[in-house]
């Protein structure tokens, strides 16, 4: 009688001690880590655009005159964005061939602005950011046109 006491006592002190040790998770905030409302309230576009041209200059090799007129379209890219935004709201698609466009004229401010060879640093470095590595669509459409 006495074992069987005691086996059930130690049975329920694990079981006890086991269901004590999973506390319920506490409420965490999460922190955006890209662009808008993190942990710091909304960030200052100007500070964006000179971060931005700042880190193009040091990968690319920017003169101090590109770096400034790069910073400079920047900074209108992401006002013209937010004017578009604002206009379509929820309807992108809506505006999609509007955003294409001015898409497609920052593109082209940006090649009069760097070099052949740092454009195409530029061109290497925005696919690999999207994961392509430089063997996405965007890459075998290059080779074919090459061929």
């Known amino acids: 009688?006495?074992?069987?006491?005691?086996?059930?006592?130690a049975l329920a002190f694990t079981t006890a001690g086991t269901s004590f040790a999973q506390t319920a998770p506490t409420a965490t905030t999460?922190?955006?880590?890209?662009?808008?409302?993190g942990a710091h309230g909304p960030k200052d576009p100007a500070?964006?655009?000179?971060?931005?041209?700042?880190?193009?200059?040091?990968?690319?090799?920017?003169?101090?005159?590109q770096e400034a007129k790069v910073e400079q379209l920047f900074l209108a890219r992401q006002q013209e964005t937010q004017a578009l935004k604002a206009k379509?709201?929820?309807?992108?698609?809506?505006?999609?061939?509007?955003?294409?466009?001015?898409?497609?004229?920052?593109e082209a401010q940006l090649k009069s602005i760097l070099t052949p060879e740092q454009y195409a640093k530029?061109?290497?470095?925005?696919?690999?950011?999207?994961?392509h590595g430089g063997k996405g669509q965007a890459g075998k459409m290059k080779v074919?046109?090459?061929a």
């Open 30 to 37: 999460k922190v955006k880590m890209h662009g808008g409302k």
């Open 47 to 65: 500070k964006m655009a000179d971060h931005k041209a700042g880190k193009m200059a040091k990968e690319l090799g920017l003169s101090a005159d």
């Open 144 to 146: 074919k046109a090459k």
């Open 122 to 131: 530029f061109d290497q470095m925005k696919d690999e950011h999207r994961g």
């Open 88 to 106: 379509y709201g929820a309807d992108r698609k809506a505006g999609r061939t509007e955003m294409k466009a001015s898409h497609d004229k920052y």
């Open 1 to 9: 009688m006495k074992k069987t006491l005691m086996l059930l006592a």
